[in-house]
């Protein structure tokens, strides 16, 4: 259950129970606040901003006319909305890449992910050609500098280091190199430390000083609960942050100390974890987010991830190939290529408006099953069988792919079936379509993860 979902599911339930009348009012909204505060409460929203949340709500619900053609509930649900994005902390906050090279200071608790975040933000960065360079300061933590750059090397990131030197020299050369080969962008893996160690976080002043940051961005643990919020402002009040990225958002966390930051700290939340690919770093909008807590889904985000992993001339390639009849398992592999790509199948389906918090983790398993085998199948397939499945009725080929895969007779059968069945339907859609009829979408018997 990721970030969100445990409210979603909460938050909509409420008050799809409790809103069926035609006004909102203080008698019918009452037991959808009580239900709402809970939720909040129970997802680990600091007690103060919970507060705040429902007054507003209240305040806003109360009295309020019902828009024409608008059911009660839908009413709540924009109203609840309003005032989750404004918590969240309302405008995405960019970051400022304005000086030349602009340099982001990663810091935070040891533990949080802060170099493997590093790393996702150098790729983030680079993705929109920039020349980005990674410095590995993080003397203590043994092994935190061959973390750094073993997951450079991994995914073509230049890094900076030089062993178990002084971070404060290390810096400083850094940034003499980073002149010198005219990079854009340099960001400081500093090591983790408490708040409360005043050499460590006196060693963050002077590299500070040193560097004059445009970015100082702490890394947190979305799991840490409300303590986040006080590792937040002790570390804002020396340092000065510019903002925060909430790690480990994909797991069971309830997330509801990361709402919490925004709206007590001030700071914006920049970026967001939900994963361990070094492309799991998402901007924060609170819109977005705010979207998907009350189940409308992040199309906008859902559209990103297929612009920047899909290939443009594939994918029409494609959709020519199924207009015309010539689609087969080669190209649906390819496609199933592409998904997984994009993340997680659970994490997509959440982001299509209406699914988040009415799908639960047994039908995401099962779906994720299935996508599973029919990559391992098609995987074991020829070339030449992708490309012509009706070589699949051959009881030597069946027999090869099923040894081959280790899946059964029956998983084998089920692909081919559901991919024929989907075939069709699509051809009758094209046929539909153009001789001007509204295409039937329908049937339910395609091919289904």
Known sequence: MGFGDFLAKRVQKSIEKNLKKSVLNEENIKETLREIRLSLL??????????????????????????????????????????????????????NMSAKPSTFMMVGLQGAGKTTTAAKLSHFVKKQNKKVLLVALDIY???????????????????????????????????????????DVVILDTAGR????????????????????????????????QDIINVTQEFDKLLKLTGVIVTKLDGDTRGGAAISISY????????????????????????????????????????EKASSVVDKRTMEKTMRRMMTGQFDLE????????????????????????????????????????????????????IKERREPRLLKALNRKKRIIKGSGRTEKELNDLVNQFDKAKKQVLEMTKQMKSGRMPNFGGGNGFKF
């Open 42 to 95: 129970e997802a680990d929203v600091n007690i103060d901003v919970v507060k705040q949340l429902i007054k507003n709500i209240e305040s806003k619900a109360i009295g309020t006319a019902i828009e024409e053609g608008v059911r009660a509930d839908q009413q709540m649900v924009k109203i609840v909305h309003a005032e989750l994005v404004n918590i969240l902390g309302e405008q995405k906050k960019p970051l």
């Open 264 to 303: 007590i700290t001030k700071l914006p939340i920049k970026f967001i974890g939900e994963g361990e690919k070094i492309s799991a770093l998402s901007e924060f909008y609170p819109k977005r987010m705010a979207d998907r807590i009350m189940g409308l889904g992040d199309v906008e985000t859902l559209f």
């Open 194 to 225: 408490l708040q409360i160690d005043k050499n460590l976080m006196n060693e963050l002043n002077e590299l500070r000083k040193l560097t004059s940051p445009s970015e100082i961005l702490l890394t947190v643990d979305g799991m840490t609960g």
């Open 141 to 183: 933590r043994p092994g935190a500098i061959d973390q750094l750059v073993e997951i450079a090397n991994k995914n073509g990131l230049d890094v900076f280091e030089k062993g178990k030197q002084d971070p404060i020299k290390t810096a400083k050369e850094a940034m003499e190199f980073a002149n010198t080969n005219k990079y």
């Open 331 to 382: 190209d649906l592999r390819n496609q199933l290529e592409q998904l997984t790509k994009m993340g997680s199948f659970g994490g997509l389906m959440k982001m299509i408006p209406g699914m988040n918090g009415k799908i639960n983790e047994s039908q995401i398993e099962k779906a994720q099953e299935r996508f599973r085998v029919a990559n391992i199948l098609m995987n074991s397939m020829t």
